[in-house]
């Protein structure tokens, strides 16, 4: 159950795109299309944004957006907004009802 | 509106015990598959025991085995998770977290404190 990797840190300036990738192995990332996407603001609980590597929940915008290739996932934020200041955080499923998570990305909006 | 609450959380020394429960309101968690995922102060999250909506499978992470045990009580709407033989290292916010269908995590309590120190 090793961590999954992403960039401590991003950043990118309002009505700009920032993209984070998280690195899995063929065990989770690469085996199942089970990817999820968290943001957090501090002080708060993490809020699920993307789910199944590119499927958007209910009320998310459209200006989050995920896709997989491999054992590399990536969560996209277009048109910057300064709400979208926050961590996030990768997830995937591991199989045998295990899950695995990244170690967040800071991301700032300058 | 649909919400998860944990309580439980407190300072224990190492060695100690604790249990925590998580209980849900708008919603009837004996149907869904629930989880546990902490939070270290400052650091990631890490998935930590997941248990099914009739009360198996559990399944806890490496880092817990053997140390921590997923229960629930679906008669009061209840998840639970017993952590013994406790260590610093297990200092972290503990969030539970509602299982969707599609394995994501869709609706998280606001977390419980859980502070290991002598």
């Known amino acids: 159950q090793s961590a999954l990797t992403q960039p401590p840190s991003a950043s990118g300036s309002p009505g700009q795109s920032v993209t984070i990738f998280c690195t899995g192995t063929s065990s989770d990332v690469g085996y199942y299309n089970y990817v999820s996407w968290y943001q957090q603001h501090p002080g708060k609980a993490p809020k699920l944004i993307i789910f199944?590597?590119?499927r958007r929940p209910s009320g998310v915008p459209d200006r989050f957006s995920g896709s997989k290739s491999g054992n590399t996932a990536s969560l996209t934020v277009s048109g910057l907004q300064a709400e979208d200041e926050a961590d996030y955080y990768c997830s995937a499923y591991a199989g045998s009802d295990t899950w695995v998570f990244g170690g967040g990305t800071k991301v700032t909006v300058l | 509106e649909v919400q998860l609450l944990e309580s439980g959380g407190a300072l224990v020394q190492p060695g100690g015990s604790l249990r925590l429960s998580c209980v849900a309101s708008?919603?009837?968690?004996?149907?869904?598959?629930v989880s546990w995922v902490r939070q270290t102060p400052g650091k990631g999250l890490e998935w930590v025991a997941a248990?099914?909506?009739?009360?198996?499978?559990?399944t806890h992470a490496d880092s817990v085995r053997g140390r921590f045990t997923i229960s629930r009580d679906n008669s009061n709407n209840t998840v639970f998770l017993q952590m013994n033989s406790l260590r610093a290292a297990d200092t972290a916010i503990y969030y539970c977290?509602?299982?969707?269908?599609?394995?994501?995590?869709?609706?998280w309590g606001q977390g419980t404190l859980v502070s290991v120190s002598s």
């Open positions: 199944e590597v590119s």
């Open positions: 977290a509602k299982r969707a269908f599609e394995r994501q995590f869709d609706t």
């Open positions: 248990i099914g909506a009739t009360g198996t499978p559990t």
């Open positions: 708008g919603l009837t968690l004996s149907i869904y598959a």
